[in-house]
């Protein structure tokens, strides 16, 4: 900036490229290739023969075969997978965004006594770390009998601190005004929530919706603790199981295996990554 | 701290006291807030408190939930014996060996991509996409792709052999020192883009008038980042720090699908969590892990205060 303002514009016909600008995109160019590197490498070995995959690690394939895609679902039972894996995601999607979306629409615009309390309480349980709860509930899911069962994962995820935390954010800025006009007019909350909240607040319910889809459809840890049968395993763990048994010669299975499951979060992500980005956008403890 | 400063910075409140509002119709609001309200607190005392309570106790027993009649009371014996151990001290050791790496490095790209992304004229939304993608990859995913790629007869370790600076494949998973800086750089590839987006909004936030003026002092490009980039970016940073070491210190997934559960024959890569896994559904000694898990929740409380405190003395 400092350098064009210092130069005498007369001197010069043909406007030079300075050089920080080369530097800035030659670099910017070397982080987007070691960015995409492991991208386009799962791409390329998902259609390359598994032979080659191990003898031959950094050369192009020789020839492309599909035989990747249509081994995974033989030997791993992939629709089985993105099945029990869309159960989980969708339902804490839809439980976990309009349940922190009413807790976040009564900490924004109704004033009951106690409210303030509840709030900073909820800010406050944002620094526990999770890993205190782990052991205890697993054992209190294992006195429940839940231990097997996709409620052990959906009930306790089905509203969170952090995203009651970001819709409240959000919805503190739709104006007073609107809301009490829905209130003159005699509707109770409820219908004022769903009638005028829920439109308004839409970025910020989008934005919480792939959160929890993400956090759901990408959990290693949740599922491993509580679906200890086959048959309710989801994608991540379906990947656990087809690293270590994979025979080398179909190698290419497990690339089509990892490039499947990470495809839908990279389409959701290009059809709403504006929305993704205001997620993480402004997040600091001021 | 900080919870309290959001609290209250709250706009004065108008909602309630309208006059227009009778005491019934203000009850009949309220009713409804706690019914909103409802659902999560239900759900956080149940699967929040009580676990709190119940992890609390459980460390005073020795219990394992497959045969919970021989529970037995130990007293303070989880707790001498956690605070005794060496594998938890190894584990720990372990731990923040990955996260001295890992932290510096992450945040340090992300500063420089979104700094670099910020100086481009054109194109910074086809690299602000790009270097978004490696988030949205899962933790099994990234291991399986990442440990492939630094495998020994990988492509990442073909190339440093090509280029002389290696001598033969290393077999790194199974080296005291190895696993944890490699794993910190195969999680910089996939958390980068995080300290990105958010040090981008940051920069983005910084008036430019304070660099006009600075210009107009004759100071430098070095000087303005240092003087007025790096301090304008202060909030992102610290919440970045305080996020990243609360997560990073429970690393479990990355260990899991790499190692076996002890963290290799030299437990080179035995993390907290894992060696708490390990305890509670390998040894089935639900009690000690509790105890593990409260010990290491502890360590991160107090890590997260001395931040915070750090941070409010350094900026009065």
Known sequence: ?286 | MANVTVAERRPPDTTGTRRGLSLWQNMHRHFWGYVFIAPWVVLYIVFGLYPLVLSFYLTFFDYSFVAPESRAFVGVGNWLKGILDPLFWKSLFNIVYNQAIFIVLKNGLGLLTAVLVFRATWGGRIFRTIYFLPVLTSTMVLMIVGGYLASPTGPVQSMLVNAGITDGPVFWTFNRWLPMPILALINTWKWFGISFVILLAGLYSISPDLYDAASIDGAGEWASFRYITLPQLRPQLFFLLVVDIINGLQMFTEVFALFDLYGGADNQALTPVLYLYAQAFDRSNMGYASTLGLLLAILIGVITVLQFRFVSAGSD
């Open chain 1, 1 to 286: 900036m400092s350098e064009i303002s210092a130069k005498p514009v007369l001197t010069q016909p043909r406007r030079r490229i300075p050089w920080s600008t080369i530097i800035i995109y030659a670099l910017l160019l070397i982080g987007a290739i070691v960015v995409l590197y492991p991208f386009i490498y799962m791409l390329m070995n998902s259609v390359k023969p598994g032979r080659e995959i191990l003898h031959q690690p950094t050369s192009l394939p020789s020839e492309i075969t599909f035989s990747g895609y249509t081994g995974v679902f033989e030997r791993l039972n992939m629709g089985l997978l993105f099945r029990n894996s869309l159960i989980l995601a969708i339902s804490i999607t839809v439980l976990n965004t309009l349940l922190s979306s009413l807790a976040a629409y009564a900490i924004a615009k109704i004033p009951f006594p106690g409210r303030n309390f509840i709030f900073s309480f909820m800010l406050a349980t944002m620094m526990i770390p999770g890993i205190l709860f782990l052991i205890p509930t697993y054992v209190l899911m294992f006195n429940l009998g839940w231990v097997g069962q996709y409620h052990a994962l959906i009930v306790p995820a089905a509203v969170t601190v952090f995203n009651i935390f970001l819709l409240r954010q959000f919805m503190v800025t739709i104006p007073n005004e609107v809301v009490e006009a829905g209130r003159l007019d005699g509707a109770n909350e409820l219908t004022i929530f769903l009638r005028i909240i829920m439109p308004l607040a839409r970025p910020a319910l989008a934005t919480v919706a792939i959160l929890n889809f993400m956090a759901s459809w990408n959990d290693f840890f949740g599922p491993l603790l509580y679906l200890n049968t086959p048959d309710k395993w989801t994608v991540q763990l379906g990947l656990l199981q087809f690293q270590s048994s994979v025979p080398g010669e179909n190698a290419q299975q497990i690339w089509a295996a990892t490039t499947l499951v990470t495809l839908p979060l990279v389409l959701i992500f290009f059809l709403l990554q504006d929305q993704f980005m205001k997620a993480f956008a402004n997040v600091t403890f001021k």
